[in-house]
C-alpha cells in the first residue's frame, strides 16, 4: 500500500514525497489507519520496521488540522535514549518541512547552555516534545512547564524504558496530562510488564504485532566458536584489509570498547569509540561522523543498539555474547536495514556457550558456526549443554550472581 492512498493533507504527502517514502512496510500499514481515527495502540515491532514513521506522519496529520492557537505542548514522545531521541527529531524535521509544527528535544548530559534551550523551548509551547523520562521529570519539577493540554503520548521502545528502570518515572509524567488523551505505545516485546502497563495508561487499545522478536530475514548469521584469547586476533584478520563498508563491533564492557579501538586504530583503520564515558558532544559528532562516511567501524556499548537509523551498515560484530536474545535481535539489526543485505558475526568464548544457545533457541535458528581462520589455531569444540548457568551461594548461604560453570 502506498502513502499517497492513506487519507493524509497534502503537506504531509509532499514531506512524505521529499524523505522518498513511497510503499508502506507491514507496521506503517496496519498502525497508521487506527491512530488517524483517534484510538489508543499498542504495537509489538521489532527494530528497522519503520515504526517511527509509523507515528509520526499520523501524529503530524493530526496536529495539522488541529492547529495550536495557544502555544501549548500538544504532544510527547517518550524514548529511553538520547540517541533515539535526536533521530526521531532527524525524521520528524524531514517530515514536517513543509508544515508550521515545531519540536523540543529534550534529555540530559550537556552543560547549562543545553538546559536552558530546552527550557526555553518548552515554556514556548512546542507543538511535539520529545525527551527522555528522567529529564523531562527534571523539567516538570524545576523549570514549570505545562503538560495539561498534551493530547498525544506516544512511548518508543517501552520494554527498554522498562528495562532501564523509568517505569516510575513514565507514571508521574502520565499524571501531569490529561486523562482523555490518546495514547500510543510501541514496544519490541510484550512481556508482562509491558502489558500491566499498558492497562494502567491505554484505553480500549487497537494492538498490533509485526513480527515479534525475530531477525530480519535478509541479515546472514553466523558465529566463532572460539577462546577469549582468540578474539581479539580474530577481528585483526577480519579487518586486514581496509574497506569503505560501515561495520558496528559490539562489546558490553565500555574498557573491552576502548581497547578494540585502541588496537584497530592501531592498524591505521578509520575507527572509533562510542560508550557512555563520552560526553555528549562528542558522542554526537562520532555519530555524525559514522552516519557521514568519515569513520567507517564503530566499536560500541549497547548504547547504539536501537534507535541508530543508518542504513547502509555491512557487518555487525558482537565480541561479547549479549546478555540476552532481546539484545542480539536489538545489536544485529543495525544491519540488514532499509531492505539491504547484512552480516552478523558472533563471538562465542567457552563460558558464553549456554547464552549462545539460548539465543538459537529463542530464534528457533541454529547459527552456522565459522570454521577458525588458521592464523588463530584451533577453537574449543560447541557443547552448550556443559555450560549452565545456576544461582551459586555464598558463605552464609544466600545466592550470589549467576555465572556460567563447566559442568563434568
Not at 521529570?137 to 493530547?151: E, F, K, P, R
Not at 574498557?255 to 557512555?276: G, I
Request: proline share 6%; glycine share 6%.
Amino acid at each position: 500500500m502506498r502513502f499517497d492512498e492513506l487519507d493524509l493533507e497534502e503537506e504531509i504527502l509532499q514531506g512524505i514525497e521529499a524523505m522518498n517514502f513511497q510503499e508502506m512496510t507491514p507496521v506503517q500499514e496496519q498502525t497508521i489507519p487506527p491512530i488517524l481515527e483517534g484510538r489508543d495502540v499498542i504495537s509489538c515491532a521489532q527494530t528497522g520496521t519503520g515504526k517511527t514513521a509509523a507515528y509520526t506522519l499520523p501524529l503530524l496529520n493530526r496536529l495539522l488540522c488541529e492547529g495550536n492557537p495557544d502555544n501549548r505542548i500538544r504532544a510527547v514522545i517518550m524514548v529511553p535514549t538520547r540517541e533515539l531521541a535526536q533521530q526521531i527529531d532527524m525524521q520528524f524535521e524531514g517530515f514536517s518541512y513543509f508544515l508550521p509544527i515545531s519540536t523540543t528535544v529534550v534529555y540530559g548530559g550537556g552543560d547549562g547552555k543545553g538546559w536552558d534551550q530546552q527550557k526555553k523551548g518548552l515554556l514556548m509551547g512546542s507543538d511535539v516534545v520529545i525527551a527522555t523520562p528522567g529529564r523531562l521529570l527534571s523539567h516538570i519539577a524545576n523549570s514549570g512547564i505545562d503538560l495539561s493540554n498534551v493530547d498525544y503520548f506516544i512511548l518508543d521502545e517501552a520494554d527498554r524504558m522498562l528495562d532501564m528502570g523509568f517505569l516510575d518515572d513514565i507514571m508521574q509524567i502520565t499524571k501531569q496530562m490529561p486523562e482523555h488523551r490518546q495514547t500510543i505505545m510501541f514496544s519490541a516485546t510484550l512481556p508482562p510488564k509491558i502489558r500491566q502497563m499498558a492497562k494502567q495508561i491505554l484505553h480500549d487499545p487497537a494492538e498490533i504485532s509485526i513480527a515479534i522478536s525475530k531477525p530480519n530475514e535478509s541479515i546472514v548469521q553466523s558465529a566463532y566458536v572460539c577462546y577469549e584469547t582468540q578474539k581479539m586476533p580474530i577481528v585483526m584478520e577480519l579487518f586486514n584489509k581496509s574497506s569503505d563498508k560501515k561495520a558496528i563491533i559490539f562489546s558490553s564492557s565500555k574498557l573491552k570498547v576502548k581497547d578494540l579501538a585502541h588496537a584497530l586504530k592501531r592498524q591505521k583503520l578509520n575507527v572509533a569509540a562510542m560508550h557512555s564515558d563520552l560526553e555528549q558532544e562528542v558522542r554526537e559528532s562520532v555519530m555524525l561522523d559514522f552516519k557521514n562516511g568519515k569513520i567507517n567501524i564503530l566499536v560500541a556499548t549497547d548504547i547504539v543498539a536501537r534507535g541508530i537509523d543508518i542504513d547502509d551498515i555491512h557487518l555487525v560484530i558482537n565480541y561479547d555474547v549479549p546478555h540476552d536474545p532481546e539484545d542480539y535481535i536489538h545489536r544485529i539489526g543495525r544491519t540488514g536495514r532499509a531492505s539491504a543485505d547484512g552480516v552478523a558475526i558472533t563471538f562465542v568464548s567457552e563460558p558464553e556457550q549456554g547464552k549462545f544457545h539460548k539465543i538459537e533457541e529463542f530464534i528457533e535458528k541454529e547459527i552456522y558456526k565459522i570454521p577458525l581462520p588458521a592464523s588463530v589455531g584451533e577453537g574449543p569444540q560447541y557443547n552448550p549443554k556443559a555450560f549452565v548457568h545456576k544461582p551459586r551461594r555464598n558463605f552464609n548461604g544466600k545466592k550470589g550472581n549467576n555465572r556460567p560453570f563447566k559442568t563434568n
